[in-house]
């Protein structure tokens, strides 16, 4: 499986509890798509999200985050890692 990193713009003011709430959402369907959510950063003054996962596709990780009402800008793969 290949690693994604995905990025949502427009969130000014997200909280921590909303972070949690978004990536619990997110973790309680994954398993449908065969993604698996590692983690998610928040800077609520940019208002920028970051969501790292493990998964088949792209695709497969927008299909998650649009049914949990919260679609990505952008999904990047990240093949390399040190």
Sequence with gaps: M?????????MKGITREQLIEAHQNDLAIEADERVHFEAAWADPESGV?????????????????ERTGHR???VHPVPLRV
């Design 72 to 74: 990505a800008d952008e």
């Design 49 to 65: 999200v970051y969501c790292l996962s493990e998964a088949p596709s792209a695709e497969a990780v927008q299909r998650i985050h």
């Design 2 to 10: 290949a690693k994604f990193m995905d990025v949502h713009h427009n």
